[in-house]
Each structure stands twice: as structure tokens, then as C-alpha cells.
């Protein structure tokens, strides 16, 4: 074995995550943002700090000392500062944790609208509507840090909400917004779900913002909060809680009215039905804004399946109230349990660096969730810009990483320029080529 090869870089595709990082403008437009936190004689940009450490969560990183594999590799991703710097920038950061959350949330929308102005990532090129996946997660702590408290799972640590943008089946998702929270906090706060609903809003182009639909599960099934969405004159599709009226408007539907429920590819799914339950609830239930409708699905459970108090009569009763009118009944219940990609989104994004929260501190761990939310920005950016309608658009972070980011290089230079040179025989040499070339400036 041979170490001495100075020529040699691992993590050769993370050229793709600095040329993504160039081409949306993200590093001038979060230098301009973090300028105020940038001391007269400071050599590293708080910018390019902050960036390198998400181009290494990105890489598979999950605390602040991995972005010592970026900065081994100077050829590739230019100087890149010390651990000691790095824990500065982020204590000087939480120090004042609400102005730097809103500079860096300020620098990635800008860097958004220029990534949807090039080639925007859901169906349909101009226009169509926005869905807004809200869930909440929880997040273990392993040892005891700030606000980390009991969660309902009996588990111990925090419980972030997040926002994710659905790119539908032909794309993945961007991670829009988050709020971290202690384990304590509740699924149905409305004032949580506002704030990360006002936030994700905001990271949209301003013309996406007129046709959202907002999803949830039943934890955002509350009326101050759908009370918002319609103030907003957006759409929603909650999850609602099967509560006695809704076990009472349940035994006044008429069986005409169950249709039969789809599958995704548009099947009728066997045994499992659908129906309206808008005119049927009683009048004690109030308070709930106008023109919501509730409809209720029933579907037979599975041999062995565990019973709920809510089944009745045999069939297992899932509700969600929206407010969409002009589509069958079978369609926005499909429509509404699409909003299961939102596990897959939290799942990547705890491959991502959210896995473990590396602070004590909670102002310092506010700061690292944005940065993990940055890590996953550029690689979906990369995979819209670079594998548009390829199958590599659809690949969750471990396999982008194993094929794509991990491949070894050389660098070689000659006549005064400096080349990258893949293996021969990798197999995605040829993607990662492609994905270059359709990262370079219009």
C-alpha cells in the first residue's frame, strides 16, 4: 500500500455538489446573507465554512469534524477551515440563532428560484400545482443536551418538524423548512405547523406560491391551522382524527355511497372503499373552516392485523378532511396517501445528518438542522440540473453517494489546466460526465 500518491482524491463526485453549489449562486448569495458575521480579518468567509461542512454531510458526514474530508482534498473544493474555525463560526452563529436562521433561509430560496428558473423539478414546466408535505420525526439523544426531553415513543430527545416539496413520481423531494423542537413537543400544535408552513412558503418562487397544496397526517388536522391554510387561499388534505361525530356520520352513510378505493397505478384495490362523509356529520361539529369536506376510506385488515378502537364494524377507518373540489372521491384519497413520500423524505434526510444531532447546545443544533436541510438541497439540486429524465434523478442519497460521489480520481494537469480523470472501468463514469457537462453555465 501507497500513500504517497498525492495526485489521488477520493469522493471525486463531489466536483458535481461544488459546480451545483456555483451554478444556483448559493455561495455569493449566502457570503451576501452571512456578511454581517464575518470579522474584518478573518481569512475563511463564513459562507464557504458553512457550505464545505454541507458539501460533507452531503458526502455522508454526520457531525462537524467530517468536513475534515473535504478539506483534504484542497485540489477539489479549494481551502477549507480548521475544526477549530468551525466550531467558532457555529457558536458565533447560535449566538444570535434567529438572525443567522434567517440569512441562511434567505440564500436558499434565492438559490431555489434560480435552480426552478433553469429547470423546475415537478411536472409540468410552467406552472401546475405545489404540494406540501408537513411531518414531524423524532430524533434520539444519545447523551443529555439542551431542551432534549421524554418523547410520546417513550424514547428520549427531539422532535423536529420538517416541510418537503413532493417532486412527484418522476423526482424526489427538496427539504424546505424545519423547526426543531424538544421531544416533548406535541404532533397537533398549531403554531408549530404554521411556522414551519409560513417558512416553507417562503423558500418557494414567489409565482409557485398560488396553487399549494398542503399535506399532513392527522397531527395537522386542527382548526386554527386549516383555518390558516384557507386564510392563505391554498388547499389542504389533513389526516382527521376518527372522533365520535365521525363514528356517528359513519352510520348514516348509505352503502350506495362507498365507491371503490385505487391503488396507486389507478386499480381498484379489493376490499377497501371510499366515500363522502361531508353531509353527514352532525352539527356538533363546529368551528372548522368553510367548505371543508371529510371523507372517510374502510378496508377490510389484513389476517393477523392488530384491531384499533377506531374500526368499526369490522373495517379499518381512515379520515382526511380538504378542501379541493372538482376531483372524484377515489383520486384525492389516492392523492392524500401519496403523502407517504414525506417518510421517505425524513428518512434520506436522516441519511443526510440528521441521524444524530452533534451539538449540546440547542441554538448550535438549530444551526446544524439548516445545515443538513443545505446538504440535502444540493444533492436533489444536482440531480435536477445534472440527471433530468435520467434514472439517476430518482436515486436516494446512499446509492447517489456509493456510484456517483465515491468514485477516486486523479488529477492530472497539462498546458496549464487541471483534469479529473475517473477510473476506466467504473461503471457511472459516463453519468458523471453527462451530469458535468449539464452543470456547466448557460
Known sequence: MDSGR??????????????????????????????????????????????????????????????AVVRAQPELFGPVASDPTVSRLIATLAGDVDAAIAAIRRARAAARQHIWRRQRPLAGA??????????????????????????????????????????????????????????????????????????????????????????????????????????????????????PPIVEALNRVPRQAWRAALDGDGAPRDGAQVAELTRYLPDTLRGWPAGMRVIARRERPHPGAQLRLTD???????????????????????????????????????????????????????IWLEITLLAADLLVWTQVLAFHGQPARLWEPKRLRLRLLAVAGRIITSGRRRFLRLPRGWPWSDLIETGWTALQPT
Open 126 to 243: 410552467h406552472g401546475g400545482q405545489v404540494i406540501i408535505d408537513l411531518d414531524a420525526t423524532l430524533i434520539t439523544a444519545h447523551s443529555d443536551k439542551e431542551q432534549a426531553a421524554p418523547t410520546f415513543k417513550y424514547g428520549y430527545g427531539f422532535h423536529p418538524m420538517l416541510a418537503f416539496v413532493d417532486h412527484g413520481a418522476d423526482g424526489s423531494g427538496e427539504a424546505l423548512a424545519g423547526l426543531l423542537r424538544p421531544g416533548s413537543a406535541g404532533s397537533n400544535n398549531a403554531a408549530d405547523h404554521i411556522s414551519v408552513l409560513d417558512a416553507a412558503l417562503a423558500q418557494l418562487p414567489d409565482h409557485e406560491r398560488a396553487q399549494v397544496l398542503v399535506r399532513t397526517d392527522t397531527g395537522g388536522g386542527v382548526k386554527d391551522f386549516l383555518h390558516h391554510i384557507t386564510n392563505l387561499g391554498l388547499q389542504y388534505s389533513v389526516g382527521f382524527y376518527g372522533m
Open 6 to 67: 498525492e495526485s489521488l482524491v477520493s469522493s471525486a463526485g463531489g466536483l458535481l455538489l461544488r459546480q451545483t453549489l456555483r451554478c444556483c449562486g448559493l455561495d455569493k448569495a449566502m457570503s451576501a446573507a452571512l456578511a454581517p458575521w464575518r470579522a474584518p480579518r478573518s481569512v475563511h468567509d463564513p459562507a464557504k465554512v458553512l457550505t464545505d461542512l454541507a458539501i460533507a454531510v452531503a458526502l455522508g458526514g454526520d457531525c462537524a469534524a467530517d468536513v
Open 312 to 366: 368499526d364494524n369490522g373495517w379499518r377507518i381512515t379520515c382526511f378532511a380538504t378542501n379541493t373540489r372538482g376531483w372524484s372521491i377515489p383520486d384525492l384519497e389516492v392523492r392524500h396517501r401519496q403523502r407517504a413520500r414525506a417518510e421517505d423524505r425524513i428518512r434520506n434526510l436522516k441519511d443526510t445528518g440528521l441521524t444524530n444531532l452533534p451539538f449540546h447546545g440547542f441554538d448550535q443544533n438549530q
